[in-house]
């Protein structure tokens, strides 16, 4: 060792034996981890590939390898929360089996639980369509491709629970879906706007599935 290299600091030593260690195969899941980290917290725009290459613990050339481009490395990260995204919808919807109108509310439940906890920044994918304002760009494209399944989703349950107008209640409920995202940072996490979004919502779904209720 050099007598520079002793007057590191023993941080920046442990990052580059790191990086030597996750050179290889694990470097791409060291990555896609900063980077969802970073990305999520402070932006995409902002965080340039030197910040996640540090917080991975990997080389620049490990992030080349992985990873053709900075556009490459957010396209990656959109897909692992696209999946993250709808397992927390999945799992809100697996609580009420066969039961859509509960299936519904049970989601708006969580989402106000999650939108309250500290440091919340909202919707990654609202987060991401704001910092690209080309609608072409392939961020923004699967931006409209996450909301789009999400309002399948709402819209299959709406008919399901027998909603008079399922595509108006579905409409309605991912209104009020963005503005618990919007108000989590406006207002911040666990504000009066989030809290009520449950009752709202109930409200919503009883009034469009009223028919069907009196039956």
């Known amino acids: 060792m050099s007598d520079s290299e002793t007057l590191k600091p023993a941080a920046t030593r442990s990052r ?12 791409q899941q060291h990555l896609l ?3 969802s980290e970073l990305f999520y917290r ?3 725009r902002t965080v340039g590939v030197d910040a996640v290459v540090e917080r991975a613990g990997v080389n620049k050339m490990s992030l080349y ?21 709808f397992g927390y919808v999945e799992k809100s919807f697996a609580k009420h089996p066969g ?3 509960k299936q519904l509310q049970q989601y708006f439940d969580d989402l106000a639980v999650r939108a309250s906890v500290d440091h ?16 072409a760009h392939p961020a923004r494209q699967f931006v409209f491709r996450n909301k789009q399944r999400l309002m ?21 409920l991912g209104l009020l879906i963005e503005g618990v995202y919007a108000a989590s940072q406006t207002y911040g996490p666990g504000c009066g706007p989030i809290l009520v979004a449950p009752k709202v919502a109930a409200q919503l779904i009883a009034a469009a599935c009223a028919k069907n209720q009196a039956r």
Do not use: H
Request: glycine share 8%; net charge negative.
């Open 42 to 44: 402070e932006g995409v």
């Open 65 to 85: 390898r992985q990873f053709s481009s900075k556009d490459e490395l957010v396209m990656a990260y959109l897909e692992q929360k696209d999946e993250q995204f």
């Open 152 to 172: 399948a989703r709402l819209v299959e349950l709406s008919t399901a629970a027998g909603a008079d107008d399922p595509q108006a209640l579905a409409d309605g």
């Open 99 to 101: 039961e859509p109108a």
């Open 16 to 27: 580059r034996a790191r990086g030597a260690q996750t050179a290889g195969p694990q470097a």
């Open 120 to 135: 919340y920044r909202g919707c990654p994918f609202v987060n991401v369509s704001v910092e690209f304002s080309d609608t």
């Open 33 to 35: 981890r900063a980077a």
